[in-house]
Each structure stands twice: as structure tokens, then as C-alpha cells.
């Protein structure tokens, strides 16, 4: 039966199908229609906060993108992690990711269902900051503007 299916595998005319579905299968990753790739979006609830810049929804590990918050463990870091969970808890948020990957997280901007971008509301309340290097959009420059400079720590990587 293993000779067959190798049979099988190698005729041209499958072989055409496997690569023309290779093909499509990576157009529709590159495009962001395949969940938790560049320029998707995905929805739902938060399934947990990890830290003031870190959320999982629907299975999937956010790094909200732009934004620095302290780590847990400091002061401003727990208060950031609070007012995250308090902020998303039973909402339904939705994400676009930006195809980027730090660690095990997906790179991304998420709004509440009302429109308001989460990290938009964390500098607003001063407890994180913009990330020059990673909002080269500037998405966050009148918001930061407006709150003041972060009290916080930046790490060297924020800076351009």
C-alpha cells in the first residue's frame, strides 16, 4: 500500500495540487487570513492578563504592540497588571496582530468593544509608556503627549 500512495504522490498531476495549495496556503498566511498571522485579527475574551502589556485571548499570547509597562514585581508593574485585568475582564476585545513574534507572544494593537485601544488607556493613566521603537507610526505620540512623560523604566530597546 506504501508503493501506491508514493505512486500516487508523484504523478504530476498531484504533485500541481500539492504545490498550488502550498502556494495558497501561504498567500493566505502573508494576507493575515489564517489566525494569529501578520495583519489578522483576532476576537474574543481575555482568557488571562500576564502582565500591564501582555494579554492571552482565545488561546493567544498579545504583546500589545508600542507600549512598555513595568515588569511584575515592581510597583508601577502590579498596577499596570491590575488596571489591565480590571480594564479587559469580561470584555470582548479584538486584536490585530502585526505578524511580529516576541518570545511566545504575537505582536499586536487590541481595542475594547467601544473602540478604545487598551494601550492608549494605559499611558492615559500613566502606567506605561510609549515605545519610541516600536510605534514608529507615532500611533501613541499625542497620548503620550497629553499624560506626561512615564514615570516608569525604559528599556534600551524602547529608544530609537
Same mark, same amino acid.
Given at each position: 500500500?506504501?508503493?501506491? *500512495? %508514493? =505512486?500516487? !504522490?508523484? $504523478?504530476?498531476?498531484? +504533485?500541481?495540487?500539492?504545490?498550488?495549495?502550498?502556494? @495558497? #496556503?501561504?498567500?493566505?498566511?502573508?494576507?493575515?487570513?489564517?489566525?494569529?498571522?501578520?495583519?489578522?485579527?483576532?476576537?474574543?475574551?481575555?482568557?488571562?492578563?500576564?502582565?500591564?502589556?501582555?494579554?492571552? *485571548? %482565545? =488561546?493567544? !499570547?498579545? $504583546?500589545?504592540?508600542? +507600549?512598555?509597562?513595568?515588569?511584575?514585581?515592581?510597583? @508601577? #508593574?502590579?498596577?499596570?497588571?491590575?488596571?489591565?485585568?480590571?480594564?479587559?475582564?469580561?470584555?470582548?476585545?479584538?486584536?490585530?496582530?502585526?505578524?511580529?513574534?516576541?518570545?511566545?507572544?504575537?505582536?499586536?494593537?487590541?481595542?475594547?468593544?467601544?473602540?478604545?485601544?487598551?494601550?492608549?488607556?494605559?499611558?492615559?493613566?500613566?502606567?506605561? #509608556?510609549?515605545?519610541?521603537?516600536?510605534?514608529?507610526?507615532?500611533?501613541?505620540?499625542?497620548?503620550?503627549?497629553?499624560?506626561?512623560?512615564?514615570?516608569?523604566?525604559?528599556?534600551?530597546?524602547?529608544?530609537?
Amino acid at each position: 500500500m506504501i508503493a501506491d *500512495l %508514493r =505512486g500516487i !504522490a508523484m $504523478r504530476p498531476s498531484n +504533485l500541481a495540487l500539492i504545490v498550488v495549495a502550498l502556494i @495558497l #496556503g501561504a498567500v493566505l498566511f502573508r494576507e493575515g487570513l489564517i489566525p494569529g498571522s501578520s495583519g489578522a485579527d483576532v476576537t474574543g475574551p481575555v482568557t488571562h492578563v500576564r502582565d500591564g502589556d501582555t494579554i492571552e *485571548l %482565545r =488561546g493567544v !499570547a498579545i $504583546r500589545l504592540n508600542g +507600549l512598555n509597562c513595568d515588569e511584575r514585581g515592581t510597583r @508601577l #508593574g502590579e498596577a499596570a497588571t491590575v488596571a489591565l485585568r480590571d480594564l479587559v475582564q469580561g470584555q470582548e476585545l479584538t486584536c490585530r496582530l502585526n505578524g511580529d513574534k516576541t518570545y511566545d507572544r504575537e505582536v499586536g494593537r487590541c481595542a475594547l468593544p467601544d473602540g478604545r485601544d487598551i494601550g492608549a488607556e494605559l499611558i492615559r493613566a500613566g502606567l506605561c #509608556g510609549r515605545c519610541d521603537r516600536y510605534d514608529p507610526q507615532g500611533t501613541y505620540v499625542n497620548v503620550q503627549r497629553e499624560a506626561g512623560p512615564f514615570a516608569g523604566s525604559f528599556p534600551d530597546y524602547c529608544r530609537r
